[in-house]
């Protein structure tokens, strides 16, 4: 039973952030919410211990598409960092402002940057590609995930500073219009970059929360010295191209690591 710990500890973890915030926030939707996503994680990973390959896959379209088409566009709250702007703008700690805080902020100190392998709605629509590993390295042009996280915090700040009115449903459009953007720009870019997560390495505003966070991050795949062979399979197999071979903190591409556990499922001689 030790090796179900993981699951059951992270559905624990999930379900006290559901019951906190159902009580403080005196909303039920917040239990059913964490409860909902922290079941199926705890699924995901369950089914990864179990060796079934879609494991990833299923708490992705789990969670993806929960987010997308039940937040985004039944209860039409924008989960968008657009979103989270025009929550801290307007100093309400709700949806977004939560969301951010849990999966993007600081919950990246816990599992980095899980939320890109297993809960993102346009990675979820990205991985269906071809290009499951990148064909080419990667290009120094990660500089562009930063133009796109001041454009949208311009966006939202020009319309309180404008005071525009009804923008709450602004912000539902640019959920909508955001979302067939990335959409447009990931597909287009995975088949010019022959790799799928090209647009998260380069565009996604995303990343700016993750990266720095998932550094300090507590769960991460690690390398057993005395078991590697040093056959560079992990490092092939990776769709982020990071490391994993190095232990460092400081290892190549290490904050990139979406733990998609593929070098995991591929080494060899199970040293990672």
């Not at 990205?126 to 930063?146: C, G, M, Q, S, V």
């Not at 539902?172 to 959409?183: D, K, L, P, R, S």
């Not at 997560?197 to 990266?211: D, G, M, Q, S």
Request: net charge positive; proline share 3%; glycine share 6%.
């Amino acid at each position: 039973m030790k090796k179900y710990l993981a699951p059951i500890l992270m559905f624990i973890i999930f379900e006290t952030v559901a019951i906190t915030l159902w009580l403080t926030k005196d909303n039920v939707f917040y239990l059913f919410n964490f409860s909902y996503i922290g079941l199926s994680v705890s699924l995901g990973i369950f089914l990864f211990i179990r060796n079934y390959k879609h494991a990833r896959r299923i708490v992705q379209l789990l969670v993806g598409l929960y987010m997308l088409i039940y937040l985004g566009l039944i209860c039409n709250e924008n989960m968008q960092i657009e979103g989270f702007w025009y929550y801290l703008f307007t100093g309400v700690f709700e949806a977004a402002t939560i969301h951010y805080a849990v999966a993007k902020i600081f919950g990246p100190l816990l599992f980095g940057r899980g939320w890109c392998g297993y809960a993102c709605w346009t990675a979820m629509v990205l991985d269906f590609l071809p290009y499951k590993t990148p064909a080419y390295p990667r290009k120094n042009i990660e500089w562009i995930r930063y133009i796109t996280f001041t454009v949208s915090l311009i966006f939202v700040a020009s319309l309180f500073l404008a005071k525009v009115g009804n923008i709450e449903r602004i912000m539902f459009w640019a959920f909508i219009i955001g979302n067939v953007a990335y959409y447009a720009v990931g597909i287009g870019l995975a088949f010019a970059f022959k790799d799928n997560r090209a647009f998260c390495k380069y565009i996604c505003p995303i990343t700016v929360f993750l990266k720095p966070m998932s550094y300090f991050s507590l769960l991460r795949v690690k390398c057993d010295k005395n078991k590697c062979i040093s056959c560079g399979k992990c490092k092939r197999v990776c769709p982020m191209e990071v490391d994993v071979t190095d232990n460092s903190r400081k290892r190549k591409n290490g904050t990139e690591c979406i733990l998609c556990m593929e070098c995991v499922k591929n080494c060899p001689k199970n040293a990672l």
